[in-house]
Each structure stands twice: as structure tokens, then as C-alpha cells.
């Protein structure tokens, strides 16, 4: 059984910064291995791609309306894949879901080239 626990959101103020950390687990599973993202779902729309990272963290993906401002880094030795948001705006509040897309080297936008999805944690941004 793999596990994705997210945590770290929160209300936060316009311009506000956070870090969501994304914890994986498994006995079969390999974070090393494993390329890893964020989407996020905002109420009454679909989940969109945020952030990604190859397993080898050289290659990072963005979505146009969060870069410059997000960043996505990983610690093999810890298991945890981490998004930190900063200069907030309140259109980026929604529920945040980490996903593992196991045993693939490439960085990857597609919900559907993700094996493992996390609960999600809530992010509001307040203007």
C-alpha cells in the first residue's frame, strides 16, 4: 500500500507564503524512482496540474500562472516532495494533492500518468 500525506495549507493573506510537504510511504514503493507532482482543485473546477519534478529533480514543471512564484524541490532521504508557494493571490486557493507517478523518470503534467494521489490539504489565500 503506498500512502501520500500531504500538510503544511492554511488560511493565509494575499501575498502570503507557504510550504506543502508530501510525505510518501510504501513498501513497494520507491520515491527515488518515482516522479512526483502537485494539482490542485479549486471549488466548481476541475484539478489542474501546479508543479513537477523528474526523479532526478534537473528537470521542474510549472503551470504558466503559478511561475516565478512556485517552486517544487525533493528529499530522497526523507520520502517528501515539497511545493513552496509564495506572493499568494486568493485564485490559488484550492485543495493541493500530491501525486507519485512510480517508477518513471520523467517529470509529467498528465493527471493520468500518476499512479498514487495523496487526501489533499486545503489552501485559502484571503484577499
Known amino acids: 500500500q503506498v500512502q501520500l500525506v500531504e500538510s503544511g495549507g492554511g488560511l493565509v493573506q494575499a501575498g502570503g507564503s507557504l510550504r506543502l510537504p508530501c510525505v510518501a510511504s510504501?513498501?513497494?514503493?520507491?520515491?527515488?524512482?518515482?516522479?512526483m507532482g502537485w494539482f490542485r482543485q479549486a471549488p466548481g473546477k476541475e484539478r489542474e496540474f501546479v508543479a513537477s519534478t523528474s526523479r532526478s529533480a534537473i528537470i521542474k514543471e510549472f503551470a504558466d500562472s503559478v511561475k516565478g512564484r512556485f517552486a517544487i524541490f525533493r528529499d530522497n532521504a526523507q520520502n517528501t516532495v515539497y511545493l513552496e508557494m509564495k506572493d499568494l493571490k486568493p485564485e490559488d486557493t484550492a485543495i493541493y494533492y500530491c501525486?507519485?507517478?512510480?517508477?518513471?523518470?520523467?517529470?509529467?503534467?498528465?493527471?493520468?500518468?500518476?499512479?498514487?494521489w495523496g487526501q489533499g490539504t486545503q489552501v485559502t489565500v484571503s484577499s
Open positions: 510504501g513498501r513497494t514503493f520507491s520515491f527515488s524512482r518515482s516522479a
Open positions: 501525486a507519485a507517478d512510480a517508477e518513471s523518470r520523467d517529470s509529467s503534467r498528465s493527471e493520468g500518468e500518476y499512479d498514487y
